[in-house]
Nanobody
Framework: QVQLVESGGGLVQPGGSLRLSCVVSGTLFSIYNMHWYRQAPENQRELVAAIASDGRTSYKDSVQGRFTISRDDAKNTVYLQMNNLKSEDTAVYYC???????????????WGKGTLVTVSS
């Protein structure tokens, strides 16, 4: 059974930084794309950043230049470095990974349970 566990959330003042981590555990063959989503109260879940297996990245416009997504395939871990945080970044942040369980398998979506980021003075 594949599990994703996020960590690194917390309370930070505007302008501060946080680094989120997400570890993918379990029996698997490979990990394709990895993503960070977020969901603020009364809002829909939105894609924040994505990283492909070849390292290509993409970002939501409002976080471009402030957030950096990276991955360590040896540790099956994806990171989200968040700098210059703003109050509108407050949300639960979710990790998502497209995982291939066997060599011949298609990719399957897995989600973490989320970590809360609160940006407030």
């Amino acid at each position: 059974q594949v599990q994703l566990v996020e960590s690194g959330g917390g309370l930070v003042q505007p302008g501060g930084s946080l680094r989120l981590s997400c570890v993918v555990s379990g029996t698997l063959f490979s990990i394709y794309n990895m993503h960070w989503y977020r969901q603020a109260p009364e809002n829909q879940r939105e894609l924040v950043a994505a990283i492909a297996s070849d390292g290509r990245t993409s970002y939501k416009d409002s976080v471009q230049g402030r957030f950096t997504i990276s991955r360590d395939d040896a540790k099956n871990t994806v990171y989200l470095q968040m700098n210059n945080l703003k109050s509108e970044d407050t949300a639960v942040y979710y990790c998502n990974a497209v995982v291939r369980l066997r060599r011949w398998s298609v990719g399957t979506d897995y989600w973490g349970k989320g970590t809360l980021v609160t940006v407030s003075s």
